[in-house]
T-cell receptor
Framework: KAGVTQTPRYLIKTRGQQVTLSCSPI?????VSWYQQTPGQGLQFLFEYFSETQRNKGNFPGRFSGRQFSNSRSEMNVSTLELGDSALYLC????????????FGPGTRLTVT | GENVEQHPSTLSVQEGDSAVIKCTYS??????FPWYKQELGKGPQLIIDIRSNVGEKKDQRIAVTLNKTAKHFSLHITETQPEDSAVYFCAAPRSGGYQKVTFGTGTKLQVIP
């Protein structure tokens, strides 16, 4: 069974631009969560989607948004990029709603210059 | 909000020795406690988890213990091998009406051959 896939794996953007990251969960998994990982702040929860609805949201500004499609694939968008948005963005999937038994993808390394 | 403290931040052990990593949490509503292993350039991998109705769980060389009264849980790795070298994270998802998950700050484990 294929794992969680994320595209692209690496991305370089300029301040003020926007970016869209994509995540395909494990086949059959219906919940997708997004995380930001930085050396300074560690792993931080962004939001969780289930059945195309955002169920939970972490403490991030409104510039961070996401959505989930009917096939459970998810995208997250960051608008008006700031230097501090440089991070590894991780997607995790789980079978059902909730944050139990999550399986992470390899991440997208975003660099904002 | 939930606070998860993880110790130690770095740990070096000789191959074959045991390693223990401990996490404490603050939210009594937490009822699921996973441990993740993150190797360089990869996303976190779920290696073992425990639920609040169980005191200990073992899977080959790794085990997790939970002390709900003291609000701490620990990862035990026995007979360590060089491939165990990685960063390990604990997490304490909060169940209930508003779900979020807080990760520990990570422990960099180095197994010296």
């Amino acid at each position: 069974k294929a794992g969680v896939t994320q595209t692209p794996r690496y991305l370089i953007k300029t301040r003020g631009q926007q970016v869209t990251l994509s995540c395909s969960p494990i086949s059959g998994h219906r919940s997708v969560s997004w995380y930001q990982q930085t050396p300074g702040q560690g792993l931080q929860f962004l939001f969780e989607y289930f059945s195309e609805t955002q169920r939970n949201k972490g403490n991030f500004p409104g510039r961070f948004s996401g959505r989930q499609f009917s096939n459970s694939r998810s995208e997250m968008n960051v608008s008006t990029l700031e230097l501090g948005d440089s991070a590894l963005y991780l997607c995790a999937s789980s079978l059902e709603a909730g944050l139990d038994e999550q399986y992470f993808g390899p991440g997208t390394r975003l660099t904002v210059t | 909000g939930e606070n998860v403290e993880q110790h130690p931040s770095t740990l070096s052990v000789q191959e074959g020795d045991s390693a223990v990593i401990k996490c404490t949490y603050s939210d009594s509503a937490s009822n699921y406690f996973p441990w993740y292993k993150q190797e360089l350039g990869k996303g976190p991998q779920l290696i073992i988890d425990i639920r609040s109705n169980v005191g200990e769980k073992k899977d080959q060389r790794i085990a997790v213990t939970l002390n709900k009264t003291a609000k701490h849980f620990s990862l035990h790795i026995t007979e360590t091998q060089p491939e165990d070298s990685a960063v390990y994270f604990c997490a304490a998802p909060r169940s209930g009406g508003y779900q979020k998950v807080t990760f520990g700050t990570g422990t960099k484990l180095q197994v010296i051959p």
